[in-house]
Antibody
């Protein structure tokens, strides 16, 4: 079955860029949408945006100016970049498969990776 | 942005009891776009219900979803020890997708 694994630095300095990659195994990245979600410690879930296997994207307006998502079909990976980070960006970051048509939901999730923003 | 408000914030029940969790949307949401997730400490969310009422693969039939428009409900008919967790509703209409703030289901 399809599995997702997030990877990237666990510590990022304020004002720098957070970069994470999600590797898809057990299935193809093609013809699916892929989302990023984050969760600060003890808080709820926030959807950051999604990328389609073609590269088209949709971002949460609250982050739109700072976020970039991309896909590398040759590596079966998709990525998140969040620039100008602050302590408020400290969270567990999840990647998920975003299923659509006729129903919309996230049915496969990575285990999550903790990112701390601190100098 | 569609705001989802879940109630109660915390629900204290005993194993074997029935749990009813509510999710209210700030504007109408098509059932196709409404999902429920379960999250246990240290784990990623797990899809329970999609399309407001369809159980995801492998989800026991004690979990059921209902509702339409702005009011949706997740019901757990007979609580098992492993059901005590945090539950989130999510809507996927347009952008951004949003989640409710969660209902914590705790053992009484």
């Amino acid at each position: 079955q399809v599995q997702l694994q997030e990877s990237g630095p666990g510590l990022v300095k304020p004002s720098e860029t957070l970069s994470l990659t999600c590797t898809v195994s057990g299935g193809s990245i093609s013809s699916y949408y892929w989302s990023w979600i984050r969760q600060p410690a003890g808080k709820g879930l926030e959807w950051l945006g999604r990328v389609y296997s073609s590269g088209s994207t949709s971002y949460n307006p609250s982050l739109k100016s700072r976020v970039t998502m991309s896909v590398d079909t040759s590596k079966n990976q998709f990525s998140l970049k969040l620039n100008s980070v602050t302590a408020a960006d400290t969270a567990v970051y999840y990647c998920a498969r975003d299923s659509r048509y006729p129903y919309y939901y996230m049915d496969v999730w990575g285990k999550g990776t903790t990112v701390t923003v601190s100098s | 942005e569609i705001v989802l408000t879940q109630s109660p914030g915390t629900l204290s029940l005993s194993p074997g009891e029935r749990a009813t969790l509510s999710c209210r949307a700030s504007q109408s949401v098509s059932s196709s776009y409404l999902a429920w997730y379960q999250q246990k400490p240290g784990q990623a969310p797990r899809l329970l219900i999609y399309g407001a009422s369809s159980r995801a693969t492998g989800i026991p039939d004690r979990f059921s979803g209902s509702g339409s428009g702005t009011d949706f409900t997740l019901t757990i008919s007979r609580l098992e020890p492993e059901d005590f967790a945090v539950y989130y509703c999510q809507q996927c209409v347009g952008s951004p997708y949003t989640f409710g703030q969660g209902t914590k289901l705790e053992i009484k």
